[in-house]
T-cell receptor, first 110, second 112 residues
Framework: GQNIDQPTEMTATEGAIVQINCTYQTSGFNGLFWYQQHAGEAPTFLSYNVLDGLEEKGRFSSFLSRSKGYSYLLLKELQMKDSASYLCAVDMNRDDKIIFGKGTRLHILP | KAGVTQTPRYLIKTRGQQVTLSCSPISGHRSVSWYQQTPGQGLQFLFEYFSETQRNKGNFPGRFSGRQFSNSRSEMNVSTLELGDSALYLC???????????FGPGTRLTVL
């Protein structure tokens, strides 16, 4: 079966750094997506990791370890607008599905 | 390029009714996926269509169905609505496999 785990909620302070972890156990794997979703809005794409390692994109970085079934999203220099849910999603290779975790709600405090 | 559009944005129905939701993907995108999002369960995959064929299906009852037209527009239908079907229904399109998905704004369905 498929299982994707990420913390339900996290809190961090404006200007700080936060790491949101995601572990997965799936029967097939192409790559891993991270999406951001503000309340009442549609998810928007942040990153897609296929190979092991860290990919940096501005204030956001995403890391993948395929052997460990583990990824994290790193957000630096946090801003109030980063308050949102962050969704980890596995791109399955066996049947081309994208399976989402339940999301991590990130609260940013001033 | 216009983004993914979904209609209607909001819908209120009563138990036992049926509903049809529509999704127009980004031009050139042949894959359309549908998701149900609820606070307790997160984003759950319903089905994916590619070139008018259902390519994948999630673990939802047969009351949930969909189709895709030759212009890649897609519809999903829910028959015999239940209270638990109240959710945000999101549609996402992408050009093909291993591509980023672009989400529409969603249809908020409330079943009374």
């Amino acid at each position: 079966g498929q299982n994707i785990d990420q913390p339900t909620e996290m809190t961090a302070t404006e200007g700080a750094i936060v790491q949101i972890n995601c572990t997965y156990q799936t029967s097939g794997f192409n790559g891993l997506f991270w999406y951001q979703q503000h309340a009442g809005e549609a998810p928007t794409f942040l990153s897609y990791n296929v190979l092991d390692g860290l990919e940096e994109k501005g204030r956001f970085s995403s890391f993948l370890s395929r052997s460990k079934g583990y990824s994290y999203l790193l957000l630096k220099e946090l801003q109030m607008k980063d308050s949102a849910s962050y969704l980890c999603a596995v791109d399955m290779n066996r049947d081309d599905k994208i399976i989402f975790g339940k999301g991590t709600r990130l609260h940013i405090l001033p | 390029k216009a983004g993914v559009t979904q209609t209607p944005r909001y819908l209120i129905k009563t138990r036992g009714q049926q509903v049809t939701l529509s999704c127009s993907p980004i031009s050139g995108h042949r894959s359309v996926s549908w998701y149900q999002q609820t606070p307790g369960q997160g984003l759950q995959f319903l089905f994916e269509y590619f070139s008018e064929t259902q390519r994948n299906k999630g673990n939802f009852p047969g009351r949930f169905s969909g189709r895709q037209f030759s212009n890649s527009r897609s519809e999903m239908n829910v028959s015999t609505l239940e209270l638990g079907d109240s959710a945000l229904y999101l549609c996402a399109s992408r050009p093909g496999r291993m591509d980023e998905q672009f989400f529409g704004p969603g249809t908020r369905l409330t079943v009374l």
